[in-house]
């Protein structure tokens, strides 16, 4: 257990759905990502936050997929109208940005199955 | 264009041997470079980082070397166990001002008894 808590572990929706998954970082923690990993790939980035304020988003992630760190403490991310092709293991990650060369905690993710 | 390559077939070698993983990157100036490891099912786990300014790095029977002239990283694992079974991720910051972590897409190691 690496203290990143991300719920629900597990996903499945209909196509056009829209889902919301949560991540709860190592509280004292600043920085915090978000992946998108498929099977036989590494870790895709998608979105990170220093604090609360959202530093940048991939140019790969369509506007149905909007994330949010409130307070920075949790993180959520919401993907609107689902497609088969959204199915994946989301994973959270965080870390303690002091200097540019700390490593990355990773919760367990949490897998989306689109039907 | 910018890429992380690691050999995408699994390496396949006999308890006892070293593995030896490799990143090549193109496109990048990363500051440092980190080696994960990942189980099936399961989030990524950090184990080491190498600085630009470091040329070899060790951690118990883990040794990472790291070339800015070539713009590859070794990833070597000695005396391997069966347990070492997994798959090994490379990882870098751009080195941009944003320090965000980008991956590679990871070598599968299988160590046989």
């Known amino acids: 257990d690496t203290g990143v808590s991300q719920n629900p572990r597990h996903k499945i929706t209909k196509r056009g759905q829209n889902v919301t998954f949560r991540c709860d970082p190592i509280s004292e923690h600043n920085r915090l990502y978000w992946y998108r990993q498929t099977l036989g790939q590494g870790p895709e980035f998608l979105t990170y936050f220093q604090n609360e304020a959202q530093l940048e988003k991939s140019r790969l992630l369509s506007d149905r997929f909007s994330a949010e760190r409130p307070k920075g403490s949790f993180s959520t991310l919401e993907i609107q109208r689902t497609e088969q092709g959204d199915s994946a293991m989301y994973l959270c990650?965080?870390?303690?940005?002091?200097?540019?060369?700390?490593?990355?905690?990773f919760g367990q993710g949490t897998r989306l199955t689109v039907v | 264009s910018q890429k992380i390559e690691q050999n995408s077939e699994a390496l396949n070698i006999q308890e006892g041997k070293t593995a030896t993983l490799t990143c090549n990157y193109t496109n990048y100036s990363p500051a440092y470079l980190q080696w994960y490891r990942q189980d099936p099912g399961r989030g990524p786990v950090f184990l080491l980082l190498?600085?630009?300014?470091?040329k070899e790095k060790r951690k118990e029977r883990l040794k990472v070397t790291f070339d800015t002239t070539l713009k590859q990283s070794l990833f070597h694992i000695t005396a391997s166990q069966p347990a070492d079974s997994a798959t090994y991720l490379c990882?870098?910051?751009?080195?941009?001002?944003?320090?965000?972590?980008?991956f590679g897409s990871g070598t599968r190691l299988s160590i046989r008894p």
């Open positions: 990650a965080s870390s303690l940005e002091g200097s540019r060369y700390t490593e990355a905690f």
């Open positions: 990882a870098l910051d751009p080195g941009s001002s944003a320090s965000k972590i980008i």
């Open positions: 190498i600085r630009e300014n470091e």
